[in-house]
């Protein structure tokens, strides 16, 4: 699904009052689509039977609620937007990625889950909208709150912790994938013959008399 | 009616060997290549590198991204086990600290380890003198060069020849060219006053001569993942697969060996073991038993190994079984170079083991802790993993933007996303792996109230770090500081005092765990001669680490070979002689 299609699709469900309704019901969490786009390993070589069980168990739940997608989407594409090098965070499928390694490292669930509500509480008081609901210029400035530690304002503390772990995931997941590894420029990963550092390299560092 | 039921098998193999590593292997491929009918039982499921190994894969063919969620050295690392074992407990005397790895599967931790080959030094093998805090090993370096000799040309190492006195060369391929990031360490370092060697790993940089079983490295760096074409050493690929095919040993994967069964002479007769497939339970008799198990494993099995003949556990009338257990200290810094911005990409992934390293090079006469350590360092334009660009936010204040001036840490959007191209490649970590002291104190024993799920006592372990250790880390961290100052780098690790140690790890968590069944002249200090026999029980030999009187600041695999191999041939030579 593209991005703007899946920021359409759930614009639909996800009203300003949309979060509280979430808080609310219980109704088992539907399977988002992100979730389904990584599958798991075709190969199952060199693992061990209780790895892939797990993996399967993991891909077969789901954590974040279709609400909570959205928001992981919108603020993933803030955090890493397309630009001349390369395409998104959605693009790359990071929000899938989110979804899979909170299941994996439970430890991200609660502060996650917390701060995308803290994060919609704040835009409600300040907007009157949840922040998926909120003018791209209310995103913006709601992030740039939170974005900044060392100038964060003290009683938005809680909201740098959580854009600080949503940063590194997105990182994580956009330079992982096959569209953040061309754009880093990773080159290795493949049979090569290493003769040391690059001719050009050495001089433009001054090393080419350095030996070890 | 009960069904429960021993199956004893009538086969008397010539060697039972407990264990697939680096002891284990060795002992195998010698013994099966000289005739020997050899049974080995591992503990854990058959892995050959060349079918199971993870190599090339990218990390988006893990869901995790190659995070270490179920494998503690990332999704692709090669080793199945890791510091918790489900239904294998251990555990630890309060007050005290010990983290056990354990691999289960064949070649066990040599298929993840970091191929770093170093031999252990005249000084190492006779250190009592230098400081009367350790005791001497019953051989010498002389004794054992030339198993190193002969270790380095079967299984090939890569180095240089440098004439230093405690650091012996060996028999060495090429070394892997530097890279961009250790040239600035070899500076800084330098500059430091410390000096910088190429490494020395067990790794063919160029074809091994006269072995056409395994392929040339072809420069990946995942070494860690174990290699398909077996460019680099695991016990699984270079001794066990090849001493299987000579037809005269037979590997028992998933068997978990509960205790060396002995005749009413006090001599070993055989071992028993589960299947953890299906439980069932097993005798296997053999002429002799040689337990490669593990420094852990081995100790473990001997005092659980109660007999009539030896009601304090097998080979320990001494008492010393589970003592002077000892691991390598460490600790770490890391840091970025801000001159590296923004460098040329291209493939810089080298070998899965060390470019460069630092030996111990300074007086202890002249400082305030015993003994030494080595540097090992690392960094570059790496495989993206999980984690990459953790914390960006602690980067991307420290050094001006594209535009010169001092960026507010942290942000989003386009220019942050190139920070992280900014930043990539930058970094330059160390770490000093040195020598810990063996001390009676700090041991391991049968917990007497905790079975493992097969119902095996297992081990509670007593280790402290005493000053010694301590003071040898605060040293470590002075010398990284300095280097990294030198070369021009911005640490942005952790500083550490005396509150966390100086970034001493917990012992146990170098893997370098050695010591606990320790030879020696006397049979009432030791538990081995000098050939790894027990004294007590002339047809038990150890192989592992469990052997060794006292490690030196050398990483413990090398050493394990080649006395490996001088216990095999030793055992050879005494079976030409009708003693064994």
């Not at chain 1, 168990?57 to 603020?75: D, G, R």
């Amino acid at each position: 699904m593209k991005r703007r299609e899946s920021l359409k699709a759930i614009g639909l469900t996800a009203l300003s009052t949309g979060l509280l309704l979430d808080a609310c019901k219980s109704e088992p969490a539907q399977q988002t689509e992100q979730a389904a786009v990584i599958e798991a390993p075709t190969e199952t070589a060199g693992r061990q039977a209780f790895e892939l069980e797990r993996d399967k168990k993991l891909h077969a739940e789901t954590f974040f609620t279709p609400h909570e997608m959205a928001t992981i989407t919108v603020l993933a594409d803030i955090i890493i937007p397309k630009d001349e090098h390369s395409g998104s965070a959605s693009d790359a499928k990071v929000p899938a990625f989110i979804e899979f390694i909170v299941k994996d490292i439970p430890e991200h669930q609660l502060p996650m889950r917390g701060g995308l509500r803290w994060l919609d509480l704040q835009c409600a008081d300040r907007y009157g909208h949840a922040f998926v609901d909120c003018p791209a210029p209310q995103q913006l400035e709601m992030v740039t709150a939170i974005a900044y530690p060392a100038k964060a304002k003290p009683e938005l503390k809680q909201g740098v912790s959580f854009f600080n772990r949503m940063r590194d995931l997105t990182a994580s997941g956009f330079f992982t994938s096959k569209i953040g590894i061309a754009d880093i420029g990773y080159a290795g990963n493949a049979p090569n013959r290493w003769t040391g550092v690059p001719a050009d390299v050495l001089k433009q560092y001054g090393m080419e008399n350095v030996t070890v | 009616m009960s069904t429960f039921e021993i199956k004893k098998s009538p086969t008397v193999y010539d060697a039972i060997i407990v264990g697939s590593g680096a002891g284990g292997g060795m002992a195998g491929y010698v013994l099966a290549h000289a005739g020997l009918k050899v049974l080995m039982l591992e503990a854990g499921p058959f892995f050959d590198p060349a079918k199971d190994a993870q190599q090339l894969k990218f990390p988006y063919e893990s869901p995790r991204r190659g995070a270490s969620t179920v494998r503690p050295f990332g999704d692709f690392d090669a080793a199945y086990g890791g510091w918790e074992l489900e239904g294998e407990p251990y555990t630890t005397a309060e007050g005290t600290k010990f983290d056990w790895f354990r691999a289960r599967m064949l070649g066990g931790r040599t298929n993840h380890w970091g191929r770093i080959s170093l031999r252990m030094g005249p000084k190492d093998f006779k250190s009592h003198d230098i400081d009367g805090l350790t005791d001497d090993w019953p051989i010498t370096y002389a004794d054992v060069k030339p198993f190193y000799d002969k270790v380095d040309r079967l299984i090939g190492i890569y180095g240089t020849v440098e004439g230093l006195e405690n650091e012996p060369d060996g028999i060495f391929l090429p070394p892997p060219k530097p890279r961009l990031n250790e040239l600035f360490i070899k500076q800084g370092a330098e500059k430091a006053g410390v000096k910088v060697i190429p490494g020395r790993g067990s790794v063919l940089t160029e074809a091994l001569p006269g072995n056409k079983d395994r392929g040339a490295c072809f420069f990946c760096g995942q070494c860690g993942r174990s290699c398909k074409v077996y460019g680099d050493f695991s016990a699984s690929s270079c001794l066990v697969i090849p001493a299987l095919k000579t037809g005269n040993l037979k590997v028992l994967p998933n068997a978990m060996v509960r205790e060396v069964l002995t005749g009413p002479n006090g001599l070993a007769t055989g071992v028993s073991y589960v299947d953890k497939n299906n439980l069932q339970e097993y005798q296997v008799k053999g002429k002799m038993v040689i337990l490669g198990a593990s420094a852990g494993e081995s100790a473990r099995l001997l005092l659980n190994s109660v007999s009539s003949q030896h009601p304090g556990g097998l080979a320990n009338s001494s008492g010393v079984v589970g003592r002077y257990l000892h691991d390598s200290t460490g600790a770490s810094a890391g840091g970025f170079l801000p001159q590296l911005m923004d460098r040329k990409r291209y493939n810089e992934d080298g070998v899965g083991s060390v470019h460069i390293y630092t030996p111990w090079w300074l007086d202890n006469k002249k400082l305030d802790f015993p003994r030494g350590y080595h540097i090992e360092y690392g960094g570059g334009m790496n495989m993206p993993s999980y984690g990459f660009g953790r914390g960006i936010q602690n980067l991307n204040g420290l050094v001006p933007g594209r535009d010169g001036k001092i960026k507010e840490a942290g942000g989003f959007g386009a220019s942050l996303k190139d920070d992280y191209r900014r930043f990539y490649g930058t970094q330059v970590g160390m770490a000093g792996r040195g020598t810990a002291i063996a001390r009676y104190d700090n041991y391991c024993e049968i917990d007497k109230d905790v079975v493992d799920k097969y119902g095996i006592p297992v081990l509670k372990f007593h280790y402290n770090w005493t000053s010694d250790e301590i003071k040898q880390a605060k040293h470590m961290q002075e010398t990284f500081q300095s280097i990294m100052h030198e070369m021009g780098a911005i640490v942005t690790s952790k500083p550490h005092g005396a509150d966390t140690n100086y970034g001493l790890e917990a012992p146990g968590r170098i893997i370098h765990e050695v010591g606990t069944v320790r030879m020696g002249d006397d049979p009432k200090k030791s538990a081995l001669n000098k050939w790894c026999q027990a004294h007590d029980c002339k047809n038990l030999f150890v192989v592992d680490a469990a052997p060794f009187v006292q490690q030196g600041d050398k990483n413990a695999t090398w050493t394990i070979l080649a006395l490996a191999m001088r216990t095999s041939e030793y055992i050879l030579d005494q079976r030409k002689k009708l003693s064994v």
